[in-house]
């Protein structure tokens, strides 16, 4: 075996002892949060390499400090992979988090004030998508929009907002929404009142990639994602766009030179070029046919996993999934997220609490629990296991405080977990 970070072990023994405590933690539980995945040894590498000493605000070719011919190199496959993994116009990949990535997005499209759609988070958006307590509440003036009663986007309520407040901007995508999105319905909408569409899209990156799930480009003016989910890569996020503006034609900028102003100098100063050379790597991962037949995998885990546990009598929000994800109605078993969530960790099965359509109680402790698997697949697991994976969740679900089940399933877990190995090659 390789070790890795021999000096931290020996300048910082307490940081060093809390990441092999995490290394074990990873190794020694299933990892069902639907945003996780395991990056590969290579990704990892990359993450923590020398490219982290260099300063390189700019682009690759236009940079405000000296020294970066190597750096340019770097970020320029990485621009290039991702431009050819997606079909896309223009990428900057510059972007920390995806966050950070909708900051730029919408100081590129929008003016403070302007009004935008955007899913409600407690419909299952995200944070960035109108939260008051976000800059994207703050700044923007949101508009949001949820589901029916089934839990499906309401394509209609959609159009009728779209026509009354005419947004500047329209966004579609989502954090915790288990069914596939119609992108082209979406732009129907948006040239309905002339408004740009952009797409978050940061959980479905990697079924996008793999064909998977319906594409956004030919769609949407403006795609983001983050790159440590589906996508597989780290931490951190990219922009997609067209070139030409289609609403600003006559523009100083097109909206490519719109967005990478917006990156820089409008959001960010120096970019990470570790991360964006571990994105290189993940995205250059991502283009082998193995890709696809992974993100195969993680779909078939996901409905294997769902159609056990409705079978066991617990309620999915939408009944089902078409992704990498599931969202668990709790009031089924009269649980709270928190509950929930804390009573799985104690057995090693890492999930979060979420809320569901028109939740009842608070964000905080909401009534819902969302898992994914991406993590487990990139691990090894097959739809044989998703069946006893199952049925350990309801076994907990159903009695959250019972000492022998739960002593019954950490075992399970621990005999699960020691199949699929995790980083068998290095360790710390």
């Known amino acids: 075996m390789l070790s890795w970070f021999r000096f931290l072990a020996q300048a910082d023994p307490t940081v060093y002892a809390s990441m092999q405590a995490e290394l074990k933690r990873q190794r020694d539980g299933l990892e069902m949060i639907a945003s996780e995945n395991f990056v590969s040894p290579a990704v990892l590498e990359a993450a923590s390499c020398v490219l982290t000493n260099k300063y390189s605000e700019g682009l690759p070719g236009k940079r405000y400090y ?6 340019d190199q770097v970020e320029q496959l990485a621009i290039d992979r991702i431009k050819q993994l997606f079909g ?13 990535a909708n900051v730029a997005a919408y100081l590129a499209l929008m003016k403070p004030g302007d009004t935008y759609l955007g ?25 949001a929009y949820g589901t029916t009663a089934d839990g499906h986007i309401d394509y209609d309520a959609v159009r009728q907002l779209a026509h009354e407040h005419k947004p500047k901007m329209i966004l579609c995508g ?17 040239d309905e009142v002339d408004a740009y569409l952009m797409a978050d899209v940061a959980h479905i990156a990697g079924l996008i990639a793999a064909k998977l799930h319906p594409d956004p480009i030919p769609y949407c003016d403006v795609v983001t994602t983050t790159t440590h989910k589906t996508l ?18 006559d523009g100083k900028k097109n909206l490519a030179q719109k967005i990478d102003s917006a990156v820089f100098p409008g959001s960010q100063g120096g970019p990470l070029e570790h991360i964006i050379a571990a994105k290189a790597i993940a995205f250059g991962e991502a283009l082998q046919p193995s890709f696809a037949e992974y993100q195969s995998r993680v779909i078939a885990n996901a409905k294997t996993l769902a159609e ?6 617990i309620t999915l929000v939408t009944g089902g999934t078409d992704n990498h994800l599931i969202l668990i109605d709790l009031t089924c078993v009269n649980l709270s997220g928190k509950e929930a969530e804390s009573a799985l960790e104690m057995v090693n099965i890492h999930t979060n609490k979420n809320a569901i359509p028109n939740d009842p109680r608070k964000p905080w402790d909401p009534s819902g629990l969302r898992i994914g698997t991406p993590a487990l697949t990139t691990r090894g697991f097959n739809q044989d296991d998703m069946k006893q994976i199952a049925q350990l969740i309801i076994k907990i679900l ?30 710390y």
């Open 66 to 71: 000296a020294g970066n011919q190597y750096i």
């Open 398 to 427: 159903r009695a959250p405080h019972d000492e022998t089940a739960m002593t019954e399933v950490k075992a399970k877990v621990a005999e699960l977990t020691a199949k699929y190995p995790l980083y068998p090659e290095f360790e």
């Open 174 to 190: 989502a954090s915790a929404y288990p069914r596939t999105i119609d992108f082209a319905a979406f732009r129907t909408i948006a």
């Open 119 to 143: 899913m409600s988070l407690d419909q299952g958006g995200h944070l960035t998508h109108g939260s008051s307590v976000n800059f994207s509440g703050i700044v923007y003036h949101p508009v």
């Open 88 to 100: 896309a116009e223009h990428a900057n990949v510059q972007p920390h988090s995806g966050s950070s």
């Open 232 to 249: 597989r890569g780290p931490r951190g996020a990219v922009i997609l766009c067209k070139i030409a503006d289609r609403l600003d034609p």
């Open 308 to 313: 056990e546990l409705l079978a066991g009598g």
